[in-house]
């Protein structure tokens, strides 16, 4: 609901300061009915896809689970939209709806943090960067939250001038519009409340290395310290030792993958740095207190 909101109220807000109707827009799905958005609210939309005539934008929103969503027609009717020269784009996880339509082959895009390293794996074709959003001739692509609004005031200003969007961004309260390639996360000192600046570099070591883990020894060695002397300090800032520091991170990307992408457990395993899908099982279900196959048809009936 974040990211549908903010997509829409910036160009409403254009309308408002301008005192004319600079933007138009119809709300959609694939049969016309209402879409239950992850929050439980229900949207009401206007009319059915395959009906939408000739716009000069089409924005696709997805939230959690966007992988159980792909479907045939709905990207069968997206390709033919975008052979009317329409711009197509997308918000949040949107963009596994456009690269599965093969609409985003070739091209950088983006999308929601959580979403892009299944992204990558999942569509090799693609361009994937971690940018709040990806402009890429026809093609837009927009990480989740509120970064669609930056990305509306950016066409805000590319359509009607920069004293339009400031005054946009002012009613909005958004206080500075963020550029395309700024993080999409907070830094890692805000997320974590670590300040000292070796712990730091140990946590983002670990954090890039989920995949393939690196010995405590490497992590230690790499961010300038002693193995005891990195004990000490995840003792101290974390009250955990770095190993079950390092499992938990591992863990708890795991558990994004089971939920919001269809990657077998072996391949989510994999992903985490699990040498066996029976390890992993034990492991998660130690964790979370059931295992992964259950987590999943449980997010899914969710």
Not at 1 to 16: D, G, Q, V, Y
């Amino acid at each position: 609901m974040m990211p549908f909101t903010a997509a829409i109220e910036p160009l409403r807000a254009a309308n408002r300061m301008a005192g004319t109707a600079l933007y138009q827009w119809t709300t959609l799905s694939k049969d016309g009915g209402p879409v239950r958005a992850s929050n439980g609210t229900l949207v009401q939309v206007d009319g059915m896809l395959r009906l939408i005539g000739l716009p000069d934008a089409v924005v696709v929103c997805a939230g959690i689970n966007a992988y159980d969503h792909r479907d045939a027609e709905l990207a069968a009717q997206l390709r033919r939209v975008s052979r009317q020269s329409a711009m197509i784009g997308s918000v949040c996880s949107g963009s596994i709806i456009l690269a599965d339509a093969g609409l985003l082959d070739g091209r950088r895009c983006t999308g929601h943090w959580e979403d892009l390293e299944s992204l990558a794996e999942n569509y090799p074709s693609l361009e994937v960067t971690q940018s709040l959003y990806e402009i890429d001739g026809q093609r837009f692509t927009c990480s989740g939250g509120t970064a669609p609004l930056d990305l509306m005031i950016h066409f805000i200003a590319q359509d009607f001038g920069r004293e339009l969007a400031a005054r946009v961004a002012d009613q909005m309260l958004h206080q500075s519009s963020r550029k395309p390639g700024e993080p999409q996360r907070l830094d890692l000192s805000e997320r974590t409340g670590v300040r000292n600046p070796r712990l730091l570099e140990a946590i983002a070591l670990m954090e890039a290395n989920l995949e393939a883990p690196l010995a405590l020894e490497q992590v230690a060695e790499r961010a300038g310290l002693s193995l005891r002397q990195l004990e000490r300090l995840f003792a101290l800032e974390a009250a955990m030792s770095p190993g079950r520091y390092y499992r938990t991170l591992r863990l708890k990307r795991a558990r994004q993958l089971v939920q919001q992408t269809g990657m077998s457990m072996m391949e989510v395993a994999v992903a985490t740095g699990f040498g066996s899908a029976a390890h992993f099982t034990s492991e998660y279900g130690k964790a979370f207190g059931l295992p992964p196959s259950r987590e999943r048809e449980s997010a899914r009936q969710g």
